[in-house]
Protein backbone atom coordinates (compact mmCIF):
# COMPACT_ATOMS: atom_id res chain seq x y z
CA UNK A 1 0.00 0.00 0.00
CA UNK A 2 1.31 3.18 -0.85
CA UNK A 3 2.25 5.88 1.97
CA UNK A 4 0.86 9.71 2.10
CA UNK A 5 2.56 11.57 -0.66
CA UNK A 6 3.92 15.11 -0.71
CA UNK A 7 5.75 17.44 -2.87
CA UNK A 8 8.15 19.28 -3.28
CA UNK A 9 10.33 17.68 -0.49
CA UNK A 10 11.60 21.32 0.04
CA UNK A 11 11.41 24.88 -0.71
CA UNK A 12 13.35 27.75 -0.69
CA UNK A 13 11.41 31.19 -1.51
CA UNK A 14 12.04 34.54 -0.31
CA UNK A 15 9.34 36.20 2.16
CA UNK A 16 6.16 38.04 0.38
CA UNK A 17 6.99 35.55 -2.59
CA UNK A 18 3.48 32.78 -2.54
CA UNK A 19 4.60 28.98 -2.35
CA UNK A 20 2.09 25.87 -2.62
CA UNK A 21 2.46 22.27 -1.19
CA UNK A 22 0.83 18.99 -2.51
CA UNK A 23 -0.34 16.07 -0.88
CA UNK A 24 -2.28 13.11 -1.88
CA UNK A 25 -3.24 10.58 1.08
CA UNK A 26 -3.56 7.07 1.18
CA UNK A 27 -5.96 5.49 -1.09
CA UNK A 28 -9.62 5.47 0.41
CA UNK A 29 -8.75 7.66 3.48
CA UNK A 30 -11.50 10.03 4.26
CA UNK A 31 -9.77 12.42 6.73
CA UNK A 32 -6.99 14.83 5.45
CA UNK A 33 -4.30 16.53 7.90
CA UNK A 34 -2.34 19.30 7.14
CA UNK A 35 0.36 20.02 10.03
CA UNK A 36 3.13 23.10 10.29
CA UNK A 37 5.81 21.55 12.64
CA UNK A 38 8.64 24.76 13.60
CA UNK A 39 12.11 23.07 14.78
CA UNK A 40 11.62 22.09 18.23
CA UNK A 41 7.75 21.40 18.37
CA UNK A 42 4.97 19.59 17.81
CA UNK A 43 2.89 19.11 14.99
CA UNK A 44 0.34 21.84 14.74
CA UNK A 45 -2.76 21.37 12.61
CA UNK A 46 -3.65 23.99 10.56
CA UNK A 47 -6.51 22.09 8.75
CA UNK A 48 -8.85 19.04 8.61
CA UNK A 49 -10.59 17.99 5.79
CA UNK A 50 -13.17 15.04 6.04
CA UNK A 51 -13.58 14.12 2.36
CA UNK A 52 -13.75 17.57 0.71
CA UNK A 53 -15.40 19.62 3.52
CA UNK A 54 -13.61 20.96 6.06
CA UNK A 55 -13.83 19.95 9.77
CA UNK A 56 -11.44 22.01 11.98
CA UNK A 57 -9.45 25.18 10.22
CA UNK A 58 -9.67 26.64 13.93
CA UNK A 59 -5.66 27.21 13.56
CA UNK A 60 -5.25 28.35 9.82
CA UNK A 61 -3.62 31.60 9.92
CA UNK A 62 -6.49 32.92 6.92
CA UNK A 63 -5.41 36.15 5.83
CA UNK A 64 -2.22 34.12 4.17
CA UNK A 65 -3.11 30.31 4.42
CA UNK A 66 -5.51 28.57 2.17
CA UNK A 67 -6.55 24.59 1.50
CA UNK A 68 -8.60 23.43 -0.59
CA UNK A 69 -9.04 19.19 -1.42
CA UNK A 70 -10.76 18.95 -4.45
CA UNK A 71 -12.94 15.78 -5.23
CA UNK A 72 -11.98 14.76 -1.80
CA UNK A 73 -9.18 12.90 -2.45
CA UNK A 74 -5.79 15.34 -3.57
CA UNK A 75 -5.11 18.51 -1.36
CA UNK A 76 -3.32 21.64 -1.77
CA UNK A 77 -1.80 23.56 0.65
CA UNK A 78 -0.72 27.85 -0.31
CA UNK A 79 1.02 30.49 1.56
CA UNK A 80 0.43 33.95 0.08
CA UNK A 81 2.47 36.35 0.66
CA UNK A 82 5.13 34.51 2.93
CA UNK A 83 6.98 35.72 6.39
CA UNK A 84 9.89 34.73 8.01
CA UNK A 85 7.97 32.77 10.51
CA UNK A 86 6.57 30.66 8.17
CA UNK A 87 9.67 28.29 7.69
CA UNK A 88 9.17 25.15 9.07
CA UNK A 89 7.77 21.40 7.80
CA UNK A 90 4.62 20.82 6.48
CA UNK A 91 3.37 17.71 7.00
CA UNK A 92 0.09 16.03 5.50
CA UNK A 93 -1.49 13.15 7.22
CA UNK A 94 -4.75 11.16 6.44
CA UNK A 95 -6.82 8.46 8.51
CA UNK A 96 -9.24 5.77 7.49
CA UNK A 97 -12.31 7.54 9.80
CA UNK A 98 -13.04 11.07 10.26
CA UNK A 99 -10.71 11.49 12.81
CA UNK A 100 -13.42 12.75 15.50
CA UNK A 101 -11.98 9.88 17.58
CA UNK A 102 -8.15 10.25 17.51
CA UNK A 103 -7.78 7.58 14.47
CA UNK A 104 -4.37 6.70 14.50
CA UNK A 105 -2.69 9.14 11.48
CA UNK A 106 -0.18 8.12 8.64
CA UNK A 107 2.00 10.74 7.98
CA UNK A 108 3.76 11.82 4.56
CA UNK A 109 7.63 13.07 4.29
CA UNK A 110 6.85 16.66 5.01
CA UNK A 111 8.30 20.10 2.69
CA UNK A 112 10.85 21.78 4.89
CA UNK A 113 9.71 25.54 3.64
CA UNK A 114 12.55 28.24 4.50
CA UNK A 115 11.42 31.43 4.31
CA UNK A 116 14.29 34.14 3.49
CA UNK B 1 -2.89 24.76 21.88
CA UNK B 2 -0.29 21.79 22.99
CA UNK B 3 -2.22 19.24 25.57
CA UNK B 4 0.76 16.67 26.05
CA UNK B 5 3.95 17.85 27.00
CA UNK B 6 6.70 14.85 27.20
CA UNK B 7 9.70 14.54 29.79
CA UNK B 8 12.51 14.82 29.28
CA UNK B 9 13.01 17.12 26.32
CA UNK B 10 16.13 14.81 25.68
CA UNK B 11 17.78 11.89 26.46
CA UNK B 12 20.75 10.06 25.28
CA UNK B 13 21.64 6.78 26.37
CA UNK B 14 24.00 3.23 25.14
CA UNK B 15 22.50 1.32 23.37
CA UNK B 16 21.36 -2.00 25.03
CA UNK B 17 19.93 0.49 27.63
CA UNK B 18 16.41 0.37 28.25
CA UNK B 19 14.70 4.29 27.59
CA UNK B 20 11.53 6.05 29.34
CA UNK B 21 9.87 8.91 28.22
CA UNK B 22 7.18 10.26 29.95
CA UNK B 23 3.65 12.32 28.80
CA UNK B 24 1.71 14.23 30.93
CA UNK B 25 -1.71 16.39 30.02
CA UNK B 26 -4.11 18.33 31.65
CA UNK B 27 -7.79 17.19 30.46
CA UNK B 28 -9.43 13.93 29.85
CA UNK B 29 -8.58 11.75 27.38
CA UNK B 30 -10.54 9.17 24.82
CA UNK B 31 -6.64 7.82 24.02
CA UNK B 32 -3.24 8.66 23.62
CA UNK B 33 -1.02 7.59 21.31
CA UNK B 34 3.02 7.89 20.57
CA UNK B 35 4.64 8.35 17.76
CA UNK B 36 8.54 8.59 16.64
CA UNK B 37 10.00 11.02 14.00
CA UNK B 38 13.08 10.19 12.57
CA UNK B 39 15.44 13.25 11.40
CA UNK B 40 13.75 14.55 8.04
CA UNK B 41 11.02 12.27 8.14
CA UNK B 42 7.39 12.50 8.85
CA UNK B 43 5.96 11.01 11.94
CA UNK B 44 5.39 6.75 12.29
CA UNK B 45 2.55 5.93 14.95
CA UNK B 46 4.16 3.21 17.45
CA UNK B 47 0.98 2.56 19.81
CA UNK B 48 -2.52 3.44 21.05
CA UNK B 49 -3.97 3.09 24.45
CA UNK B 50 -7.43 3.95 25.34
CA UNK B 51 -8.63 5.49 28.41
CA UNK B 52 -9.86 2.01 29.69
CA UNK B 53 -6.50 0.34 29.22
CA UNK B 54 -3.51 0.93 31.91
CA UNK B 55 -1.03 -1.08 29.53
CA UNK B 56 -0.38 -1.96 25.90
CA UNK B 57 3.40 -3.97 24.42
CA UNK B 58 4.21 -3.70 21.12
CA UNK B 59 7.57 -5.62 20.52
CA UNK B 60 9.99 -3.61 22.53
CA UNK B 61 7.77 -0.99 22.84
CA UNK B 62 5.60 -0.95 26.72
CA UNK B 63 3.14 2.49 27.02
CA UNK B 64 1.30 2.88 30.45
CA UNK B 65 -1.75 5.18 31.29
CA UNK B 66 -2.80 6.62 34.45
CA UNK B 67 -5.54 8.66 34.01
CA UNK B 68 -5.43 9.90 37.61
CA UNK B 69 -2.57 11.22 37.74
CA UNK B 70 -3.32 12.32 33.81
CA UNK B 71 0.58 10.50 32.56
CA UNK B 72 1.28 7.92 30.23
CA UNK B 73 4.94 6.50 29.81
CA UNK B 74 6.53 4.68 26.90
CA UNK B 75 9.30 2.25 27.48
CA UNK B 76 12.10 1.62 24.63
CA UNK B 77 13.63 -1.99 25.78
CA UNK B 78 17.15 -3.18 24.60
CA UNK B 79 17.38 0.23 22.77
CA UNK B 80 19.35 0.09 19.24
CA UNK B 81 20.91 2.90 17.41
CA UNK B 82 17.91 3.00 14.64
CA UNK B 83 15.89 4.27 17.74
CA UNK B 84 17.64 7.51 17.58
CA UNK B 85 14.83 9.93 16.90
CA UNK B 86 11.99 12.03 18.45
CA UNK B 87 8.98 10.42 20.28
CA UNK B 88 5.66 12.67 20.44
CA UNK B 89 2.56 11.62 22.55
CA UNK B 90 -0.61 13.20 21.46
CA UNK B 91 -4.12 13.15 22.90
CA UNK B 92 -7.56 12.71 21.91
CA UNK B 93 -10.32 14.28 23.58
CA UNK B 94 -13.56 13.30 22.39
CA UNK B 95 -14.89 15.05 19.18
CA UNK B 96 -11.47 16.97 18.46
CA UNK B 97 -8.62 15.98 16.42
CA UNK B 98 -5.11 14.63 17.82
CA UNK B 99 -3.12 17.66 19.90
CA UNK B 100 0.57 16.63 19.70
CA UNK B 101 3.43 17.49 22.36
CA UNK B 102 6.49 18.95 22.06
CA UNK B 103 8.73 15.37 21.65
CA UNK B 104 11.64 13.79 23.69
CA UNK B 105 15.01 14.03 21.21
CA UNK B 106 16.42 10.56 22.30
CA UNK B 107 19.70 9.72 20.85
CA UNK B 108 20.89 6.21 21.17
CA UNK B 109 24.89 5.48 20.65
CA UNK B 110 26.49 2.42 20.07
Known amino acids: EAGVAQSPRYKIIEKRQSVAFWCNPI?????LYWYQQILGQGPKLLIQFQNNGVVDDSQLPKDRFSAERLKGVDSTLKIQPAKLEDSAVYLC??????????????FGPGTRLLVL | SQQGEEDPQALSIQEGENATMNCSYKTSINNLQWYRQNSGRGLVHLILIRSNEREKHSGRLRVTLDTSKKSSSLLITASRAADTASYFCATNTGNTPLVFGKGTRLSVIA
Open chain 1, 93 to 106: ASSLGPGTRGETQY
Open chain 1, 27 to 31: SGHAT
